[in-house]
Nanobody, 115 residues
Framework: QVQLVESGGGLVQPGGSLRLSCVPS????????MGWSRQPPGKEREFVAR???????NYADSVRGRFTISRDNAKNTVYLQMDSLKPEDTAVYYC?????????WGQGTQVTVSS
């Protein structure tokens, strides 16, 4: 069982920035990929960004060019830098760790974009 701890959420004004962090209980290089999904109020969970074992990144169209996923090997941490935030980015953001056929999820962190 892999446990994930997310942090960095909060309230920000439109156009602002936040950086989310995700620390797994196991080495990030034990994962085939890690990433972020989000669940807006009243909607289903949706993919946001992913970084593979090899370092390849993928983004949802809605965040490409504004969000950046990265990892710090020394800190065993994956980050989601979110810039130019919009009200429609408001959601609970979940980190995941994929190993084989299994995804492990964090508890989520709330991001609210509002003036």
């Amino acid at each position: 069982q892999v446990q994930l701890v997310e942090s960095g959420g909060g309230l920000v004004q439109p156009g602002g920035s936040l950086r989310l962090s995700c620390v797994p209980s196991e080495n990030i290089f034990g994962a085939s990929s890690m990433g972020w999904s989000r669940q807006p109020p009243g909607k289903e969970r949706e993919f946001v960004a992913r970084i593979s074992f090899a370092g390849t990144t993928n983004y949802a169209d809605s965040v490409r060019g504004r969000f950046t996923i990265s990892r710090d090997n020394a800190k065993n941490t994956v980050y989601l830098q979110m810039d130019s935030l919009k009200p429609e980015d408001t959601a609970v953001y979940y980190c995941y760790y994929n190993r084989g056929a299994r995804d492990y999820w964090g508890q989520g962190t709330q991001v609210t974009v509002s003036s």
